[in-house]
């Protein structure tokens, strides 16, 4: 039997090139920068690993996100799969099998990104979570923006 699950789709355009965007997804030091994260570690390659913290105390921190790079198609897509997520706060009140998708395409004014999260869960339990997300990712895209300028 098959879960039903929902997604976000968040899509903006950046005055950089595509191979410039790209390297934003993956390098260490522009993560922290502009998701605002106090240490990422990332292996860029097909079954890699993705993972940023965030918190004060680098021993314990607040929140946690790690993922394994599925896909990694530079500059153009990179595949986020078998996501764990770690806070304080405790874990999430439900079980998913979510992914993150970054799209990189060009366009007239530099460079599209694309983020397709999905996999979350349909029930009501989730909202909150998705809710986060969806508020989360928009915060993200203007963290971006202002890392770029």
Same mark, same amino acid.
């Given at each position: 039997?098959?879960?039903?699950?929902? &997604?976000?789709?968040?899509?903006? #355009?950046?005055?950089?090139?595509?191979?410039d965007l790209? *390297?934003? !997804?993956?390098?260490?030091?522009a993560?922290?920068?502009?998701w605002? *994260?106090?240490s %990422?570690?990332?292996i860029?390659?097909k079954?890699?690993?993705? %993972?940023?913290a965030?918190? #004060?105390?680098p021993?314990? =921190?607040?929140?946690?996100?790690?993922?394994?790079?599925?896909?990694?198609?530079?500059?153009q897509?990179?595949? /986020?799969?078998?996501?764990?997520?770690t *806070?304080?706060?405790?874990? !999430? =009140?439900? #079980?998913? &099998?979510m992914?993150?998708?970054?799209?990189v395409?060009?366009?007239?004014?530099g460079?599209? /990104? &694309?983020?397709?999260?999905d996999g979350? =869960?349909?029930? =009501?339990?989730?909202d909150?979570?998705? /809710?986060a997300? #969806?508020?989360?990712w928009k915060?993200?895209?203007?963290?971006?923006?202002?890392?770029l300028?």
């Amino acid at each position: 039997m098959s879960v039903e699950t929902r &997604k976000h789709i968040h899509q903006e #355009e950046f005055p950089v090139p595509a191979e410039d965007l790209f *390297a934003l !997804l993956h390098t260490p030091s522009a993560i922290c920068g502009w998701w605002g *994260a106090s240490s %990422a570690i990332v292996i860029p390659r097909k079954d890699g690993i993705w %993972a940023a913290a965030w918190g #004060e105390d680098p021993d314990a =921190p607040d929140y946690v996100s790690a993922f394994t790079i599925a896909e990694f198609d530079p500059p153009q897509k990179m595949l /986020l799969t078998d996501g764990r997520y770690t *806070a304080k706060s405790g874990k !999430l =009140p439900f #079980e998913a &099998k979510m992914t993150t998708e970054f799209i990189v395409t060009p366009s007239p004014g530099g460079s599209t /990104l &694309k983020v397709v999260q999905d996999g979350f =869960p349909t029930d =009501p339990i989730a909202d909150d979570f998705y /809710l986060a997300c #969806e508020t989360g990712w928009k915060n993200t895209f203007a963290g971006i923006r202002k890392y770029l300028s």
